[in-house]
């Protein structure tokens, strides 16, 4: 049963920073692809970052560059997204994701942790 859990949520003043972790368990980590989402209040879910399975690629969109950065640790089966000079609008429940090889969907989910960033 493929696990994920997902910490590191909070509150921050605008301007801050936050990292969120994702633990994974029940996969081989480096065979899955894996990413960040997140849900805002009122709107629908978004894709924030995301690793490939194979060689590790980052995707992250340029509206966030400069900003976020994801990295995983293979061994600790952990996924990370640093996330600096945070914005009101990156206010959201942030969850993270796993795709297995054979999938083009993103099938598990983490139960989400909640960023709140303050003016």
């Known amino acids: 049963e493929v696990q994920l859990q997902a910490s590191g949520g909070g509150l921050v003043q605008a301007g801050g920073s936050l990292s969120l972790s994702c633990e994974a368990s029940?996969?081989?980590?480096?065979?899955?692809?894996i990413g960040w989402f997140r849900q805002a209040p009122g709107k629908g879910r978004e894709g924030v970052s995301c690793?490939?399975?194979?060689?590790?690629?980052?995707y992250l969109p340029d509206s966030l560059k400069g900003r976020f950065a994801i990295s995983r640790d293979v061994a600790k089966r952990t996924l990370s997204l640093q996330m600096n000079s945070l914005q009101i609008e990156d206010t959201a429940i942030y969850y993270c994701a796993a795709r297995a090889p054979d999938s083009w969907s993103w099938d598990d989910w983490g139960q989400g942790t909640q960023v709140t960033v303050s003016s």
């Open positions: 029940g996969i081989t980590f480096d065979d899955y692809a």
């Open positions: 690793i490939s399975r194979s060689d590790g690629t980052t």
